[in-house]
């Protein structure tokens, strides 16, 4: 008897703790979707506060408390902040620095990679080292060395300084790069080589073809750097029919800090492509951070 | 490959074969843009930037050589030099372990696989592809003390918000609040290494009775080791060159309190052009980051866990 009561009490135990157990999953559901939602809300304000503000009427950014949303919505202050600084120049030279940037790192650092991981030759050990040793040193260190060198060739004031570093050394996509072409088989090289095809033909047209999606991440990442890059157009670019968009916008707040309209506005405007090669690309994007460690 | 007969007798250098020689010259051939690229962008800057700090020089004059005067005025002769460097170590110290337990957090929330991860995970991920101009001109307007969302959300919740980057007391935090909201990145790294962590782990543990806060403790957080050894190196590299949101935001101020090392370096070289005394800052700023980053390793070296050592 007591022994069948125990099993009896034993099995009620068991099923209620499974129903406690279930339970605290769907309470934990439950809570986590609650945080998430919560936290995706702090997190995209930001973004709501500047498309609002963009689109408000000036009689409705400077009160308190705040029109949230914009009666009547109204496109003046992309129509002002577009014309008080010379936009289309500005996007001209941003777009001339991230396409030649972007060409000159998917060429230079695929050769360099392709070298690292396809060739044995002694030494490509220390060298990858001494490449993965170079993201070490702050830029602050060679920055005023370079500077005086772009001086001295006469380069200061264009965008030569800018673009024809990524020509040369570009040590996170040498990495990622090398990655990838570790993993390509030694075979389809062999079986070229024998078909009479050289290490450039190889490089050309056996490697490359398949590194297309990874030679879209390297690319990417090189857009947005030089899309988002301050520090670079501040210190060479002296003349503002050379500025980019990010030195012309800095340069814009700096003369008139209150029109917050037209500066999110033109804010606005310099996301907005970033956003949309974002969402085309969210994959490729994912799958670089995973695999380099690079932020963005 | 074993073809030659010749007695590798006649050498003592052991000779190359022709393919050996055929890699080594393709090899460097297909290197050489990072091997001139190094030369040129990495290691003459670096070399010339030692001299440079032992000079006077700047654009405008040729400058000569001042020894140590450099290091011995930023040391001892300089307050606003130590001013920047404690900034920067308030920006380090608050932002860098801050950073460390949102992203991990949003890491975890996201691991438990709940749907719609790839959505959120997008949102957390959105401020970081935001570029620095623009996002500083924003959080310049969310900031603001009067009409600003910030403070105009703490006064639905009846607190009178401080005025923020007007404010030498507050305007430090703001920066690190703004610093968070870019965590993203860091996020996604960490949640590709939560993905790794074996199940089978946290499956045994559970059985064992094990809670929410031991799972974490004693399993995520020794897997985890690795990632946040990484990205704590990374993040304390990335901080000490922090410079284009306070350059666009404040200009150092009010009151020198957003003047951080990176970017009085900057006003040294670029404004008042003395580019000898900016080198010798450029290499103790490299010199702390090196001591640091080799702190941080031998600290941590029984702390962090390598699976499959």
Same mark, same amino acid.
């Given at each position: 008897?007591?022994?069948? +009561?125990?099993?009896?009490?034993? +099995?009620?135990?068991?099923?209620? +703790? ?69 936009? #289309? ?20 650092? +695929? ?14 050990? #220390? ?34 300084? #800018? ?60 857009? #947005? ?72 | ?309």
């Amino acid at each position: 008897m007591a022994q069948i +009561s125990n099993a009896q009490s034993a +099995s009620a135990d068991r099923l209620a +703790s499974r129903r406690s157990a279930d339970n605290r999953k769907i309470i934990e559901t439950i809570a986590s979707h609650a945080a998430l939602v919560v936290l995706s809300l702090v997190f995209l304000v930001p973004f709501l506060w500047l498309v609002s503000t963009s689109l408000k009427p000036d009689t409705q950014i400077l009160v308190f408390p705040p029109v949230w949303i914009p009666q009547p919505a109204t496109i003046q202050h992309y129509i002002v902040g577009l014309n008080y600084i010379p936009f #289309l120049t500005y996007l001209k030279n941003t777009l001339i620095y991230c396409g030649l940037s972007v060409l000159g790192c998917v060429i230079s650092s +695929s050769l360099v990679a392709y070298s690292l991981a396809r060739i044995r030759w002694m030494g490509r050990g #220390l060298l990858f080292a001494v490449i993965i040793a170079t993201l070490m040193v702050p830029a602050q260190v060679t920055l005023i060395p370079l500077f005086l060198v772009f001086k001295n060739l006469g380069w200061i004031g264009s965008l030569k300084p #800018l673009i024809v570093p990524y020509f040369f050394l570009q040590p996170f996509s040498i990495f990622l790069l090398r990655q990838f072409f570790m993993t390509i088989p030694i075979e389809l090289s062999e079986a070229a080589r024998i078909d009479g095809a050289n290490e450039f033909q190889i490089y050309r047209m056996v490697v490359m073809p398949l590194a297309t999606p990874v030679l879209a991440t390297v690319g990417l990442f090189t857009f #947005l750097n030089t899309w988002n890059d301050y520090l670079g157009p501040l210190i060479y670019l002296n003349d503002p029919s050379l500025y980019t968009l990010s030195l012309g916008l800095a340069q814009f707040q700096g003369e008139h800090s209150v029109l917050w309209g037209p500066l999110m506005a033109v804010s606005t405007v310099m996301i907005v492509p970033v956003l949309i090669a974002f969402f085309f690309t969210q994959r490729t994007f994912v799958q670089g951070i995973t695999l380099t460690g690079i932020k963005g | 490959m074993a073809t030659t007969t010749t007695p590798a007798l006649r050498t003592a250098r052991p000779r190359l074969t022709r393919q050996q020689r055929h890699d080594l010259r393709n090899g460097l051939l297909f290197a050489s843009p990072a091997i001139i690229g190094f030369l040129v962008f990495i290691a003459y800057p670096i070399l010339a930037s030692i001299y440079y700090s032992f000079t006077s020089y700047s654009i405008l004059q040729p400058g000569h050589w001042v020894g140590l005067d450099n290091y011995r005025e930023l040391l001892t002769d300089d307050p606003v030099f130590y001013t920047t460097l404690e900034n920067t170590v308030y920006m380090a110290v608050v932002t860098i372990p801050l950073s460390i337990v949102l992203a991990m957090g949003l890491a975890m929330l996201l691991n438990l696989k709940v749907s719609g991860q790839s959505f959120y995970r997008t949102i957390f991920y959105l401020p970081t592809i935001v570029p620095f101009v623009a996002s500083s001109l924003l959080w310049l307007w969310i900031f603001n003390p009067q009409y600003g969302l910030l403070n105009t959300l703490l006064w639905y919740v009846g607190i009178q918000g401080p005025g923020w980057l007007g404010d030498p007391a507050w305007s430090k935090p703001a920066l690190v609040i703004m610093q968070l909201w870019g965590v993203g990145g860091w996020m996604i790294i960490y949640l590709a290494g939560l993905q790794d962590v074996p199940k089978e782990l946290y499956e045994a543990a559970e059985l064992d009775g094990a809670r929410w806060w031991h799972k974490t403790v004693h399993l995520t957080i020794p897997f985890m080791s690795p990632y946040i050894l990484y990205s704590l190196i990374l993040m304390l590299i990335g901080i000490f060159q922090y410079f284009t949101q306070p350059q666009v935001m404040t200009q150092g101020g009010p009151v020198d309190s957003t003047r951080v090392y990176a970017l009085y370096l900057y006003d040294m070289a670029f404004r008042f052009f003395r580019m000898g005394y900016a080198s010798a800052m450029a290499w103790l700023l490299f010199l702390l980051v090196v001591v640091l980053t080799i702190l941080i390793f031998k600290t941590s070296a029984r702390r962090v866990y390598y699976a499959g050592q």
